[in-house]
Protein backbone atom coordinates (compact mmCIF):
# COMPACT_ATOMS: atom_id res chain seq x y z
CA UNK A 1 0.00 0.00 0.00
CA UNK A 2 2.78 2.15 1.34
CA UNK A 3 4.52 1.88 -2.74
CA UNK A 4 1.36 2.31 -4.06
CA UNK A 5 1.01 5.59 -2.34
CA UNK A 6 4.64 6.67 -3.01
CA UNK A 7 4.22 6.10 -7.04
CA UNK A 8 1.32 7.90 -7.07
CA UNK A 9 2.81 10.59 -5.43
CA UNK A 10 5.47 10.65 -7.95
CA UNK A 11 2.64 10.99 -10.85
CA UNK A 12 1.70 14.05 -9.26
CA UNK A 13 5.00 15.34 -8.93
CA UNK A 14 5.25 14.50 -12.81
CA UNK A 15 2.19 16.24 -13.57
CA UNK A 16 3.10 19.37 -11.27
CA UNK A 17 6.68 19.61 -13.22
CA UNK A 18 5.16 19.11 -16.81
CA UNK A 19 1.81 21.09 -16.91
CA UNK A 20 -0.25 23.78 -15.19
CA UNK A 21 -2.22 21.30 -13.48
CA UNK A 22 -2.72 21.85 -9.75
CA UNK A 23 -1.61 19.48 -6.96
CA UNK A 24 -2.39 19.00 -3.26
CA UNK A 25 0.21 20.59 -1.49
CA UNK A 26 -0.70 17.43 0.89
CA UNK A 27 1.76 15.48 -1.68
CA UNK A 28 4.90 17.43 -0.06
CA UNK A 29 8.01 17.86 -2.47
CA UNK A 30 11.40 16.45 -1.69
CA UNK A 31 14.15 17.00 -4.81
CA UNK A 32 14.99 13.15 -5.18
CA UNK A 33 11.13 12.81 -5.85
CA UNK A 34 11.30 14.86 -8.96
CA UNK A 35 13.77 12.58 -10.40
CA UNK A 36 12.49 9.21 -9.67
CA UNK A 37 9.21 10.97 -11.18
CA UNK A 38 10.43 10.87 -14.43
CA UNK A 39 9.40 7.26 -14.66
CA UNK A 40 5.51 8.40 -15.23
CA UNK A 41 6.35 11.16 -17.44
CA UNK A 42 4.98 9.42 -20.38
CA UNK A 43 1.76 9.20 -17.72
CA UNK A 44 1.06 12.38 -17.81
CA UNK A 45 1.79 12.60 -21.47
CA UNK A 46 -1.51 10.19 -21.70
CA UNK A 47 -3.09 12.97 -19.88
CA UNK A 48 -1.98 16.13 -22.07
CA UNK A 49 -2.61 13.75 -25.52
CA UNK A 50 -5.79 12.83 -24.30
CA UNK A 51 -6.84 16.70 -23.19
CA UNK A 52 -6.01 17.66 -27.02
CA UNK A 53 -8.07 14.37 -28.34
CA UNK A 54 -10.86 15.92 -26.55
CA UNK A 55 -10.54 19.16 -28.40
CA UNK A 56 -9.84 17.97 -31.59
CA UNK A 57 -13.22 15.49 -31.12
CA UNK A 58 -15.49 18.70 -30.15
CA UNK A 59 -14.07 20.90 -32.27
CA UNK A 60 -14.64 18.97 -35.18
CA UNK A 61 -18.28 18.90 -34.83
CA UNK A 62 -18.61 22.52 -35.00
CA UNK A 63 -15.52 23.99 -37.21
CA UNK A 64 -13.84 22.76 -40.27
CA UNK A 65 -9.99 20.13 -39.37
CA UNK A 66 -8.28 22.65 -39.96
CA UNK A 67 -9.33 25.09 -36.83
CA UNK A 68 -9.89 22.13 -34.96
CA UNK A 69 -6.22 20.97 -34.97
CA UNK A 70 -5.46 24.18 -34.32
CA UNK A 71 -7.32 24.17 -31.29
CA UNK A 72 -6.05 21.35 -29.91
CA UNK A 73 -2.75 22.39 -30.56
CA UNK A 74 -3.34 25.46 -28.62
CA UNK A 75 -4.85 23.37 -25.77
CA UNK A 76 -2.24 21.04 -25.71
CA UNK A 77 0.65 24.42 -25.91
CA UNK A 78 -1.50 25.83 -23.17
CA UNK A 79 -1.72 22.82 -20.95
CA UNK A 80 1.82 22.29 -20.44
CA UNK A 81 2.78 26.20 -20.69
CA UNK A 82 5.13 25.60 -24.03
CA UNK A 83 7.41 23.79 -21.57
CA UNK A 84 8.81 21.68 -24.13
CA UNK A 85 8.26 23.89 -27.24
CA UNK A 86 10.57 26.46 -25.37
CA UNK A 87 13.36 23.75 -24.90
CA UNK A 88 13.16 23.02 -28.84
CA UNK A 89 13.40 26.66 -29.74
CA UNK A 90 16.38 26.38 -27.03
CA UNK A 91 17.89 23.98 -28.71
CA UNK A 92 17.76 25.27 -32.31
CA UNK A 93 19.35 28.23 -31.85
CA UNK A 94 21.90 26.61 -29.38
CA UNK A 95 22.49 23.74 -31.55
CA UNK A 96 21.20 25.43 -34.73
CA UNK A 97 25.03 27.79 -36.03
CA UNK A 98 28.52 26.20 -35.85
CA UNK A 99 29.55 27.31 -32.14
CA UNK A 100 31.49 25.66 -29.32
CA UNK A 101 30.07 23.23 -26.60
CA UNK A 102 30.51 26.30 -24.62
CA UNK A 103 28.89 29.04 -26.78
CA UNK A 104 25.54 26.96 -27.18
CA UNK A 105 25.27 26.01 -23.69
CA UNK A 106 25.28 29.64 -23.29
CA UNK A 107 22.77 30.91 -26.09
CA UNK A 108 20.56 28.27 -24.60
CA UNK A 109 20.41 29.80 -21.36
CA UNK A 110 19.56 32.99 -23.20
CA UNK A 111 15.55 33.67 -22.64
CA UNK A 112 15.05 35.44 -26.17
CA UNK A 113 14.71 33.51 -28.96
CA UNK A 114 16.33 33.83 -32.07
CA UNK A 115 16.32 32.86 -35.87
CA UNK A 116 16.89 28.99 -35.62
CA UNK A 117 14.47 28.80 -32.07
CA UNK A 118 11.94 30.70 -34.30
CA UNK A 119 12.19 28.63 -37.33
CA UNK A 120 12.55 25.13 -35.41
CA UNK A 121 9.32 25.99 -33.88
CA UNK A 122 7.34 27.42 -36.34
CA UNK A 123 8.72 24.39 -38.77
CA UNK A 124 8.00 21.50 -36.02
CA UNK A 125 4.35 23.17 -35.35
CA UNK A 126 3.56 23.76 -38.99
CA UNK A 127 4.50 19.60 -39.55
CA UNK A 128 2.34 18.25 -36.70
CA UNK A 129 -1.06 20.42 -37.93
CA UNK A 130 -0.29 19.00 -41.15
CA UNK A 131 0.30 15.57 -39.72
CA UNK A 132 -2.74 16.07 -37.68
CA UNK A 133 -4.89 17.18 -40.42
CA UNK A 134 -3.91 14.84 -42.21
CA UNK A 135 -5.01 11.92 -39.57
CA UNK A 136 -8.68 13.79 -39.03
CA UNK A 137 -8.90 13.24 -43.30
CA UNK A 138 -8.27 9.69 -42.29
CA UNK A 139 -11.09 9.31 -39.70
CA UNK A 140 -11.02 10.73 -36.40
CA UNK A 141 -11.84 7.98 -33.74
CA UNK A 142 -9.75 5.28 -34.92
CA UNK A 143 -6.81 7.28 -36.08
CA UNK A 144 -6.31 11.27 -36.08
CA UNK A 145 -7.54 10.59 -31.58
CA UNK A 146 -5.19 7.54 -30.73
CA UNK A 147 -2.57 8.50 -32.60
CA UNK A 148 -2.37 12.22 -30.73
CA UNK A 149 -2.86 10.21 -27.87
CA UNK A 150 0.18 8.10 -28.53
CA UNK A 151 2.44 10.45 -29.78
CA UNK A 152 2.63 12.40 -26.58
CA UNK A 153 3.13 9.05 -24.26
CA UNK A 154 6.01 7.91 -26.61
CA UNK A 155 7.86 11.21 -27.07
CA UNK A 156 8.27 11.66 -23.39
CA UNK A 157 9.13 8.28 -23.14
CA UNK A 158 12.06 9.50 -25.14
CA UNK A 159 13.29 11.52 -22.98
CA UNK A 160 13.50 9.52 -20.16
CA UNK A 161 15.41 7.77 -22.15
CA UNK A 162 18.06 10.04 -23.17
CA UNK A 163 17.97 11.00 -19.36
CA UNK A 164 19.12 7.36 -18.51
CA UNK A 165 21.45 7.34 -21.63
CA UNK A 166 23.43 10.37 -21.78
CA UNK A 167 24.88 12.46 -19.20
CA UNK A 168 24.12 16.35 -18.28
CA UNK A 169 25.73 18.38 -20.64
CA UNK A 170 25.55 21.70 -18.47
CA UNK A 171 26.46 22.55 -14.66
CA UNK A 172 24.19 20.90 -12.22
CA UNK A 173 24.57 23.51 -10.61
CA UNK A 174 22.99 25.92 -12.20
CA UNK A 175 20.58 23.69 -13.97
CA UNK A 176 16.83 24.99 -13.86
CA UNK A 177 15.69 21.39 -12.03
CA UNK A 178 18.93 20.24 -10.26
CA UNK A 179 17.59 16.44 -9.44
CA UNK A 180 17.24 16.14 -13.37
CA UNK A 181 20.82 17.21 -13.85
CA UNK A 182 21.53 13.81 -12.81
CA UNK A 183 20.96 10.46 -14.69
CA UNK A 184 17.76 8.45 -14.58
CA UNK A 185 18.34 4.96 -13.10
CA UNK A 186 17.54 2.01 -15.10
CA UNK A 187 14.20 1.08 -13.32
CA UNK A 188 12.93 4.73 -14.12
CA UNK A 189 13.72 4.10 -17.74
CA UNK A 190 12.19 0.49 -17.52
CA UNK A 191 8.87 1.88 -15.80
CA UNK A 192 8.51 5.23 -18.38
CA UNK A 193 8.81 2.15 -21.30
CA UNK A 194 6.50 0.38 -19.48
CA UNK A 195 4.26 2.82 -19.87
CA UNK A 196 4.21 3.17 -23.76
CA UNK A 197 4.06 0.03 -24.13
CA UNK A 198 1.13 -0.35 -22.04
CA UNK A 199 -0.36 2.47 -24.03
CA UNK A 200 0.86 0.79 -27.08
CA UNK A 201 -1.26 -2.65 -26.14
CA UNK A 202 -4.46 -0.47 -25.20
CA UNK A 203 -4.99 1.30 -27.70
CA UNK A 204 -4.19 -2.10 -30.07
CA UNK A 205 -6.49 -4.03 -28.25
CA UNK A 206 -9.31 -0.86 -28.35
CA UNK A 207 -8.69 -0.62 -32.21
CA UNK A 208 -8.30 -4.12 -33.27
CA UNK A 209 -5.55 -5.82 -35.68
CA UNK A 210 -6.06 -2.33 -37.93
CA UNK A 211 -3.52 -0.47 -35.76
CA UNK A 212 -0.86 -3.09 -35.49
CA UNK A 213 0.74 -1.49 -38.70
CA UNK A 214 0.53 2.23 -37.68
CA UNK A 215 1.50 1.57 -34.00
CA UNK A 216 4.26 -0.04 -35.25
CA UNK A 217 4.77 2.74 -37.54
CA UNK A 218 4.73 5.55 -35.04
CA UNK A 219 7.09 3.87 -32.29
CA UNK A 220 9.20 3.06 -35.04
CA UNK A 221 9.86 6.61 -36.27
CA UNK A 222 10.02 7.91 -32.50
CA UNK A 223 12.65 5.40 -31.57
CA UNK A 224 14.81 6.91 -34.76
CA UNK A 225 13.84 10.59 -33.62
CA UNK A 226 15.61 9.25 -29.94
CA UNK A 227 18.46 7.82 -31.79
CA UNK A 228 19.40 10.89 -33.85
CA UNK A 229 18.70 13.56 -31.06
CA UNK A 230 20.95 10.83 -28.69
CA UNK A 231 23.45 11.46 -31.52
CA UNK A 232 23.29 14.54 -32.15
CA UNK A 233 23.19 15.69 -28.65
CA UNK A 234 26.46 13.54 -27.51
CA UNK A 235 28.70 15.13 -30.65
CA UNK A 236 27.47 18.57 -30.18
CA UNK A 237 26.92 18.86 -26.15
CA UNK A 238 28.76 15.70 -24.64
CA UNK A 239 25.14 14.82 -23.00
CA UNK A 240 21.29 16.55 -23.08
CA UNK A 241 20.36 19.35 -20.79
CA UNK A 242 16.51 20.21 -19.88
CA UNK A 243 15.75 22.03 -22.97
CA UNK A 244 17.58 19.25 -25.34
CA UNK A 245 15.18 16.94 -23.14
CA UNK A 246 12.22 19.06 -24.53
CA UNK A 247 13.59 19.34 -27.84
CA UNK A 248 13.43 15.49 -28.18
CA UNK A 249 9.73 15.24 -26.86
CA UNK A 250 8.84 17.45 -29.25
CA UNK A 251 10.48 15.98 -32.25
CA UNK A 252 10.04 12.29 -30.99
CA UNK A 253 5.77 13.55 -31.07
CA UNK A 254 6.03 14.77 -34.39
CA UNK A 255 8.14 11.20 -35.80
CA UNK A 256 5.66 9.51 -34.17
CA UNK A 257 2.38 11.27 -35.75
CA UNK A 258 4.55 11.23 -39.29
CA UNK A 259 5.00 7.19 -38.59
CA UNK A 260 1.67 6.93 -38.25
CA UNK A 261 0.36 8.72 -41.03
CA UNK A 262 3.09 6.78 -43.17
CA UNK A 263 1.44 3.85 -42.67
CA UNK A 264 -1.78 4.51 -43.49
CA UNK A 265 -0.38 5.86 -46.81
Known amino acids: MGLLVHELRLALVALQFLTRVPVPRAIGFHPAWL ?3 ARHFPLVGAGVGAAGAAVLALATQVWPAPVAV ?3 MVATVWLTGGFHEDG ?3 TCDGLGG ?4 ERALQIMKDSRVGSYGVLGLVGVL ?3 AAALHALVSHGLAHTALPALLFAHVASRSAA ?3 LRALPYAGDPEHAKAKPLAQRASAATAAVALAWTLASAAGLWAGLGRAAALPLTAALAACTLSTLVCARWFQRRLGGTTGD ?3 AAQQLGELAALLGWLAALR
Open 244 to 246: TLG
Open 35 to 37: QSS
Open 160 to 162: VLL
Open 98 to 101: SVSR
Open 126 to 128: ALK
Open 88 to 90: LAD
Open 70 to 72: LLS
